[in-house]
């Protein structure tokens, strides 16, 4: 007989004394909530679970009093009855090397998961790994404390840039609908995760946006971010995805060039684009990759120079995979 994978795991975690939580590197607002939500929910189930991950909390959340919860490290080789991986699509992707010889359950709303581990939970229809978490405290049996319900809402929310991206399904509605229900605090939310800005931060993004150039059909945006304002403003590490949005909001734009000086006279290029414009297909051109809509390359020259050989090229890709003029 098959059971559902979310049973499975939850007959395991019940045989389970100690616990531990991982998830990506780089973490994101999806993985770490929901990480968090899993230590809450584990510990209900009179379990105990540590959530560790491989890198530093990035902002807006290493801010958020419940982050201190997660450590930063890796996870001791022995110890645990189980390790569970959030959004990894194999175990390399948590950048922790002690799990070997651990009971491995894996959660995960990518299609690219290889399904290396004891049981595999993959559904990649779920518009966030903190869906698949609300299932299993259903499953479980939990009733969601209005902590774990507003982790879970967080965690949605950011994963869906705040029910703007193509995952803003039903299915993320009806969880935060339970989950609101349960107690999670939307405004509260909106206002950590998006009205969380230090002035410096603000001050960037002027000097960032003043740097706008567009092609003549208006279809390239470029942007630029340069290593002496980050130093001037004290802004050693800096999200950058809300420039990034502001310059795709542009009436006709279907292609974001954001260079990001790394070292003099070295720049990493993101490219995030709209419909039929293929970002990663431009970032191949120039030796880099990613996904259709967000890809990223490295070019190596003067800004004023590089700026405009890669927008001259860009126009030409561009052009080539809508086979017209890259017009609106
Ligand atoms: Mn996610």
């Known amino acids: 007989m098959t059971t559902k994978p979310v049973d499975d795991i939850v007959r395991k975690i019940r045989d389970c004394r100690r616990l531990a939580i991982t998830s990506h590197l780089r973490p994101d607002g999806d993985s770490l909530c929901s990480g968090l939500a899993l230590v809450e929910a584990f510990e209900l189930m009179g379990k105990t679970a540590d959530y560790v991950i491989t890198d530093p909390i990035p902002v807006p959340f290493n801010v958020f009093p419940e982050c201190r919860r997660i450590r930063i490290g890796q996870i001791a080789s022995t110890g645990y009855n189980a390790v569970v991986l959030l959004e990894c699509a ?29 049981i595999n939970w993959v559904d990649a229809e779920a518009p966030a790994v903190a869906e698949l978490v ?15 319900a507003n982790h879970l809402y967080c965690a949605i929310v950011s994963d869906t840039g705040s029910f703007q991206f193509s995952n803003t399904t039903a299915r993320a509605f009806a969880a935060c609908h339970k989950l609101v229900s349960a107690g999670a605090q939307p405004i509260e939310t909106s206002e950590a995760l998006f009205h969380n800005n230090r002035p410096e931060k ?28 980050l130093i001037e403003l004290n802004l050693r590490e ?6 990034t949005t502001l310059a795709r909001s542009i009436m006709g734009v279907r292609v974001v060039l954001f260079f990001k000086e790394m070292e ?3 720049f990493r290029v ?20 990613g996904h259709a809509h967000a890809a990223g390359f490295t070019v190596y020259g003067p800004f ?23 017009s609106r």
């Open 90 to 118: 194999d175990v390399s992707r948590s950048g922790q090397t002690g799990l070997d010889g651990y009971y491995k359950i894996n959660i995960d709303h990518h299609y690219s998961n290889s399904h290396y581990a004891d």
């Open 134 to 148: 609300l299932d299993l405290c259903e499953a479980a049996g939990i009733t969601l404390t209005p902590r774990i």
């Open 202 to 229: 603000v001050i960037l993004l002027g000097r960032v946006l003043s740097t706008l150039r567009l092609n003549p059909a208006g279809t390239i945006a470029q942007i630029g971010m340069f290593r002496k304002d």
């Open 238 to 243: 800096v999200d950058t995805e809300d420039i």
């Open 264 to 266: 003099p006279d070295v």
């Open 270 to 289: 993101s490219i995030r684009s709209k419909g039929s414009a293929h970002a990663a297909a431009i970032a191949e051109h120039f030796g880099g990759g």
């Open 304 to 326: 004023a120079r590089v700026s405009v050989e890669v927008m001259v090229s860009v126009e030409a890709l561009l052009a080539a995979q809508t086979g017209s003029s890259g």
